[in-house]
């Protein structure tokens, strides 16, 4: 199990390296240079050269490259061109608005999502099957901000039952949570349909399997057979999926924080491309793939302890 | 002939279902009133008329003006040849790329599979959205941007099935019955590999074209998208949502065309994959 | 008395292209404490009969006539859910052929083991007791560690003999083996009879076995019956079936066997001919298409004729029938 | 070994690399060796067979052969060439002389080829387009008694007979002098392995042609071979021709293989020899001869001592202590 583990994060430490290069090469070696871009287009050419001396734009490309490099795993990101403050600082200031953002969703749509997909299994090609599978695919296919502004318009403006702006005040729960129901319907919504949709397939596949033959001719109840032999393998690729999700979850959250003007890392890259503020926006996009990559480990890694299978065919 | 007698066969199985209906309607509708945009549009799409801001919905303008006085039923219908032209356009180049990349990887030596399962897996680690704003930043807000950004997030999703599925088949029988006649690489990877494994992939293409259309309307709704005035579904909900409080039908505007596209194209590639390819049932 | 007795038993499948007809008028018994073979080749609904007889048929399924009684009193093709899991497990218990699929893959061994004896009131301690005592008459070695792994640590040989121990553990009445050697090599095969062939004298419960290899069901029954197209052409005790077979059909498979013969042939038997369509059964015998013997009266349903006592074969033609596979 | 033997391999190896880096710094071995030295020859117009269980290597034997799994030592020569090191481009010709067909009937077919392209395929591999191929695809569909309107099935639509004499047909299709056959009656009912041998043998006689057979079914080796092999984990435990192995065995292996085979006779009553025990893993090969684990009649040299290859009879052993009695597996005693 260790031997696993130790594995599966050797292989995210070089999923997150390769993207660094490759992060590296969009910002750096496509045309455009940064510092002239940074400070517009009334900067002097001294004013311009010693910002690229400052920034390390006027050594060869492989000395930024590796000068990047180590930096970053120092945890040194870089400072901000205009403020002077740490680049991590920043990105971090902002990464709990969308953890809280993005773990919310993740709750409601799991509590919904599962029961949801076993009712299906369960009622196979049933009325009640049927249309939960309808609404799965629907809410799949809506983009997440058409969703967050729709749910802007309604409960906000035409209905004003929920808060349109902002996290809520500091300190006070009950309006922060009431700041995160819109949004994280917004980012969670879609995620109800794919994990009810998956958990009904692989519970279909599962019941169909030998195994689960096995066990009914021993006479095992269905009970049994439904909620602790199949539904354990059943789960597996939900967390593979959600693992995955993720990814799209940080995606949503973007347009959920601009929409609902919530604070967070999305918003925080949007304000910063704006004004071409590169170090913020590197930053990010390293802190979220750190976080993705993680988080890709960590679901890994679940899924060995629960499927000794997985276990084996790593080592 | 029998190829128009083949197809209205797909067609008439389709209709039969209720979701299949309902989608392959919304599709035909969406896609007739984006070829005809230029007749049935009243007003140029992007003639302003300053007098007219702000008007709701009615029989001169069936869904209102916007804050310049633009026709958004106009604006919409335009909107929708640069929409499904973009999902068209897009999805191809990605089908073709992750197709070869895919078989490359699945048939190819060892590290050279390596090597492009870490640039897949490495452009996957990127949050989609945040990818597509550092690149447009770099590139600029065009059209040829958003090719590019869906480019690079859907070519790994199809090269990955398809190298799976290659080296399922790589050690199959009947391809090692024809690498024992002497059949060289060119003709196991076109006769024996790649109609075996492009099915599935151009059912799955179908149902990814909503999340095309998706995300040329969040690039434009962001202003990272087509540059204004081009019209956009996602630029007329940037416009909306910027007078949200008062003026509420040009998001509605907006996002309506958006919604009812992606259903209609995610309910009939679902019918399709649930008629012709039931295996990939579930998968997402 | 008799453990299973089958009468009559008709399955349809309901299928795209019309009504199936799996099994035709299965008659056939398991007597108590004895071993049954069935035998016959792909398609002849050997597998349809176990599915059956275990209330587990697939959905599109459906006994059209006849009664399954097991043990003289309940008739399994009426048994509804609960009274039917009753029996599952606990009075007739099954050993399937893919000893790969078989375990619950992500549950250990021993937690499978377990559950099946839910039913009793055992303690946890006790119910693992009785499973290393079990994997011991298995002769699985170190039972007492074994008991934590999970199947994918076990070999197939392994795993074969985990399903028969877990299979007798309740000291069924009736044990179902569906081809339980097939995917076993040779000399794991016999090893597996042999065991299959002490536990059941240890037990004492009958068993009935399905397989398509002629020298098992030769070695391992008492009695057997030899199915061919959804049909039982003929059934006995193994001696009259082996030596005295009169069924065209159970005389041609016989000589086919390549195992009766010990010095090199010039020219293989063969049965020529196809099964015929299950969806559109041919009038009177279903072999008819495929037998030399054949003649107008094979057009009408030939009946279960009484070879020797408990030897029957449904053929109109049982006299002529002992010409045909001579010559092998 | 006579030179004139159509094919003749010698002491081949093939390895295959398993586990990766981790694995091999933790001192586990990186290869483990599938076939391990094997060496025998088939004459023109004789069949020989490799039986074994499952693991036993007999597959990559034959894969190697065909040049489908790369040897790591070792010699195999056809038609007087050596194959190992041929580069790669240089292996269609040898191709055309040396034909192989697989397990699976129907999976060894190409799932959306017509049976018409299927046995096109061969001259179409070949450059040999120019043939009149439908003339070709009827050739061969009556040469293995298919009838004509097969041309048009796809293999789904087969049955496994009908599927496997379609592979017949794409292996002899090129007049080959040799054919590789793996598991030729796998998955098939006894009525139709009849069928299936029959056309083998018929298709060697009329053509000329030499075969290969691998299979774990000794029925069919007795019925189709003329020499046969034995393979235990990699290596030959006994070669030699195939009557004199059936009814006097000189390995144990071999005799408990033989015994294991239950035979349709319910009055038979069966000398067995019981194997205990497990093949043993690959990656950790016994010491000395390494069936001892396994055999009933092992002393202390041979669980240290590897047993020379010697020849008792007109067979090539590799035992320390040879049976040297008819095997006599069951006697029929009437009751």
């Not at chain 3, 030596?243 to 159970?250: D, E, G, I, S």
Request: net charge neutral; with cysteine; hydrophobic share 45%.
């Amino acid at each position: 199990m260790l031997r696993y583990a130790l594995k599966r994060l050797g292989l995210g430490i070089i999923i997150v390296s390769v993207a660094m290069m490759m992060l590296f090469a969009m910002v750096y070696v496509i045309p455009g240079d940064p510092a002239s871009v940074a400070l517009g287009p009334r900067a002097t050419q001294e004013m311009v050269e010693s910002l690229r001396a400052r920034m390390g734009l006027d050594q060869p490309i492989w000395i930024q490259f590796a000068r990047f490099y180590m930096s970053a795993f120092r945890g040194d990101l870089g400072t901000e061109v205009l403020s002077g403050r740490p680049v991590l600082t920043v990105v971090l200031e902002q990464l709990p608005f969308t953890l809280t953002l993005i773990a919310g969703a993740i709750s409601w749509s799991v509590l919904l999502g599962i029961p949801l997909g076993c009712i299906a299994a369960v009622k196979r090609g049933g009325f009640v099957d049927r249309v939960i599978g309808v609404l799965s695919v629907a809410v799949i296919a809506v983009p997440s901000f058409v969703i967050a502004i729709y749910s802007l318009l309604i409960f906000a403006v035409a209905l004003q039952w929920l808060p349109a702006i902002g996290a809520g005040e500091p300190g006070n729960v009950i309006s922060q949570l009431r700041h995160l129901i819109l949004p994280s319907l917004a980012v969670g919504l879609g995620w109800v349909g794919y994990i009810a949709r998956i958990v009904r397939a692989s519970m279909l596949e599962t019941l169909e399997a030998s195994h689960i033959r096995t066990a009914r001719a021993f006479g095992l109840t269905d009970r049994r057979i439904t909620y602790s032999y199949a539904l354990r393998i059943a789960v597996l690729p939900t967390i593979t999926l959600l693992g995955v999700g993720i990814g799209h979850m940080l995606s949503s959250s973007v347009f959920a924080e601009i929409v609902f003007a919530r604070p967070g890392i999305g918003k925080l890259v949007y304000e910063a491309i704006s004004v071409r503020n590169y170090p913020i926006v590197t930053g990010a996009v390293l802190v979220t793939t750190v976080f993705f990559v993680v988080v890709n480990v960590i679901a890994d890694i679940v899924i060995g302890a629960l499927d000794p299978r997985v276990r084996a065919s790593f080592d | 002939m029998l190829r128009l007698a083949k197809i209205w066969r797909i067609v008439r199985r389709i209709v039969r279902e209720p979701l299949g209906a309902l989608g392959l309607g919304l599709v035909v509708l969406v896609v007739l009133s984006a070829l005809f945009a230029d007749v049935l549009a009243s007003y140029p799409p992007t003639k302003l008329s300053p007098a007219d801001r702000f008007a709701p919905a009615s029989f001169q303008h069936l869904l209102g003006t916007d804050h310049i006085g633009r026709d958004l039923f106009s604006r919409v219908l335009y909107g929708g040849r640069i929409a499904l032209s973009i999902a068209l356009g897009a999805t191809g180049a990605s089908l073709v790329i992750g197709i070869m990349l895919g078989l490359i990887a699945g048939y190819g030596p060892r590290w050279l599979d390596n090597i492009l399962l870490l640039v897949f897996d490495a452009l996957k680690s990127f949050p989609t959205v945040i990818l597509a704003l550092t690149l447009v930043t770099i590139t600029g807000p065009s059209l040829m941007s958003v090719v590019l950004v869906v480019v690079l997030v859907s070519v790994p999703g199809y090269a990955r099935i398809i190298r799976t599925q290659t080296l399922v088949l790589k050690s199959a029988e009947h391809v090692m019955a024809a690498r024992s006649m002497g059949a060289g690489s060119a003709r196991i990877l076109t006769v024996h590999i790649l109609p075996n494994v492009i099915g599935p992939i151009l059912i799955l293409a179908s149902m990814d074209i909503p999340v095309v259309v998706a995300i040329e309307a969040g690039l434009s709704f962001l202003g990272m998208g087509v540059r204004p005035p081009t019209p956009s579904w996602g630029s007329i909900l940037n416009d909306g949502f910027a007078n949200i409080r008062d003026s509420y039908w040009i998001v509605v505007a907006g996002g309506l065309p958006i919604i009812l596209t992606t259903l209609g194209f995610t309910f009939l590639g679902e019918t399709l994959r649930d008629l012709f390819d039931p295996r990939l049932k579930g998968r997402v | 008395m008799t453990v299973l007795d089958i009468r009559d038993l008709s399955v349809d499948f309901a299928t795209e292209s019309g009504a199936l007809q799996a099994l035709r008028k299965v008659s056939m018994s398991v007597p108590e404490n004895r071993i049954v073979g069935v035998v016959g080749e792909s398609g002849c609904g050997k597998s349809t009969l176990i599915n059956a007889i275990l209330g587990l048929l697939a959905d599109n399924g459906e006994v059209t006539s006849g009664e399954i009684l097991f043990e003289g009193t309940h008739d399994l093709t009426t048994l509804a859910g609960t009274a039917m899991r009753d029996l599952r497990g606990q009075k007739i218990a099954t050993v399937f052929q893919d000893p790969m699929g078989a375990l619950n893959p992500v549950l250990s061994v021993g937690r499978q083991m377990r559950d099946i004896q839910y039913r009793s009131n055992l303690s946890r301690r006790e119910k693992d007791a009785r499973s290393i005592e079990m994997l011991r008459k298995v002769r699985i070695p170190d039972a007492e560690q074994r008991l934590v792994q999970f199947p994918h640590e076990f070999s197939g040989g392994m795993k074969q003999r985990i399903a028969i121990a877990m299979a007798l553990m309740m000291e069924p009445s009736l044990l179902i083996a569906d081809e339980p050697t097939t995917a076993l090599d040779a000399t794991l095969e016999v090893t597996i009879i042999e065991l299959l062939k002490e536990l059941q004298q240890q037990i004492g419960c009958s068993v009935l076995f399905i397989s398509h290899h002629l020298g098992v069901i030769a070695e391992l029954c008492d009695e057997m019956i030899v199915m061919y197209a959804g049909e039982v052409v003929e059934s006995g005790t193994t001696r009259d079936v082996f030596h005295n077979a009169r069924h065209p059909y159970t005389r041609k498979l016989l000589a086919c066997d390549p195992a009766r013969l010990t010095h090199r042939a010039r020219r293989l038997p063969t049965i020529p001919g196809t099964l015929p369509d299950l969806r559109n059964r041919p009038e009177g015998c279903v072999f008819q298409a495929r037998c030399e013997l054949a003649d107008a009266t094979c057009s009408r349903m030939p009946p279960d004729e009484e070879i020797a006592p408990g030897h029957l074969a449904r053929c109109w033609h049982t006299e002529a029938s002992v010409m045909i596979g001579a010559g092998a | 070994m006579s030179d004139d033997a159509l094919l003749s391999v010698a002491d081949l190896h093939v390895h295959f690399r398993v586990g990766g880096l981790m694995s091999t710094l933790a001192g586990q071995p990186s290869h483990i060796e599938a076939v391990a030295g094997v060496s025998f020859a088939i004459e023109r117009g004789r069949t020989f067979a490799l039986v074994g269980e499952s693991g036993s290597g007999k597959t990559t034997l034959a894969r190697a052969v065909n040049g489908l799994q790369p040897a790591s030592a070792g010699s195999i020569r056809f038609e007087g060439r050596e194959l190992i090191g041929v580069p790669k481009d240089e292996w269609k010709p040898i191709r055309r002389r040396m034909s192989m067909m697989f397990q699976d009937p129907v999976g060894s077919l190409s799932p959306r080829l017509s049976v018409r392209s299927l046995l096109a395929e061969p001259f179409v591999i070949h450059g040999l387009s120019r043939r009149d191929l439908n003339a070709e695809v009827m050739r061969l569909l009556a040469l293995v008694g298919l009838p004509s309107e097969f041309a048009d099935r796809y293999p789904h639509q087969l049955s496994g007979g009908q599927a496997r004499r379609v592979g017949v047909a794409r292996a002899v299709a090129l007049d080959p002098v040799l054919i590789i056959a793996d598991e030729p009656t796998a998955g098939l009912d006894v009525s139709v392995q009849g069928e299936v041998l029959n056309l083998l043998n018929d298709l060697r006689d009329r053509m000329g042609l030499s075969m290969l057979i691998i299979t774990h079914n000794l029925h069919v080796v007795r019925q189709i071979a003329d020499r046969m092999a034995v393979m235990y984990l990699g290596r030959f435990v006994e070669e030699g021709e195939t009557e004199p192995i059936f009814t006097k065995p000189h390995h144990p292996y071999t005799a408990a293989l033989l015994s294991a085979n239950p035979e349709p006779d319910p009055d038979k009553v069966h000398n067995r020899i019981a194997l205990p025990a497990e093949v043993p893993s690959l990656l950790d090969r016994p010491s000395g001869c390494e069936f001892h684990t396994r055999c009933p009649f092992a002393r202390d040299i041979c669980a240290t001592v590897v047993p020379p290859s010697t020849m008792v009879g007109a067979s090539r052993i590799t035992c320390h202590f040879p049976l040297n009695t008819e095997l006599r597996l069951a006697t029929s005693e009437s009751i």
